[in-house]
């Protein structure tokens, strides 16, 4: 009913920059919050940014003043914007939103299938 689908990653230097991209297809009635996430090898999925369907955002100490997200709600992207990147940074990156689908009135959570980000020399 509802597609996620990021785009953006790829191998990056330390230091450099990356633009992550999502777009959200299907039923959808309305977008609430979305959010970027990601899990390195080993490790559990954690949240990197968040965005309200009004714009306020939140973010993961890790990434503060590095990372910035940002949704276009007229064309239901989401972006995340990624500079001085580490080499702890490296993970795959996932989409994720909370959507009301039409002809229901509860919100549901959907994910992307996630784009790899490496940071490496």
């Known amino acids: 009913q509802v597609q996620l689908v990021e785009s953006g990653g790829g191998l990056v230097q330390p230091g450099g920059s990356l633009r992550l991209s999502c777009v959200a297809s299907?039923?959808?009635?309305?977008?609430?919050?979305m959010a970027w996430y990601r899990q390195a090898p080993g490790k559990e999925r954690e949240l990197v940014a968040d965005i309200t369907g009004g714009g306020s955002t939140d973010y993961a100490d890790s990434v503060k003043g590095r990372f910035t997200i940002a949704r276009d709600n007229a064309k239901k992207l989401l972006y995340l914007q990624m500079n001085s990147l580490k080499p702890e940074d490296t993970a795959v990156y996932y989409c994720?939103?909370?959507?009301?689908?039409?002809?229901?009135?509860?919100?549901?959570?959907?994910w992307g299938q996630g784009t790899r980000v490496t940071v490496s020399s």
């Open positions: 299907g039923s959808i009635f309305r977008i609430s919050n």
């Open positions: 994720n939103a909370k959507v009301v689908v039409h002809g229901t009135l509860y919100l549901s959570d959907y």
